[in-house]
């Protein structure tokens, strides 16, 4: 219920900057309702994204949802991160650290 989601609203530079988060809750125990709230999450994100939403810490879904619109910034966090393990041992396959 629209009632269970709770808000966190941060005025970081006044008129022109917000930092928010939001809780969506889901019964842990229904892969349905996991689901619901997972879908739910990624088409929120997607539409505050297209509006022009930053999100400082993507991962999982919102990661490559994020990475996809700045292949530059992707590109040079796989530089870094190379630059840091260039044997590839900290978290293979993934991109951040």
Known sequence: PAADIGGYFV???RGRGLHCEFDLHA???????RERVKKLWLAASALLMGKGALF??????LAAMVYARAPEYALKLQQIKHEMDPQGILNPGKLCF
């Open 11 to 13: 005025v970081m530079e």
């Open 27 to 33: 019964d842990g125990q229904s892969a349905a309702d």
């Open 56 to 61: 400082d810490r993507p991962y999982g879904d």
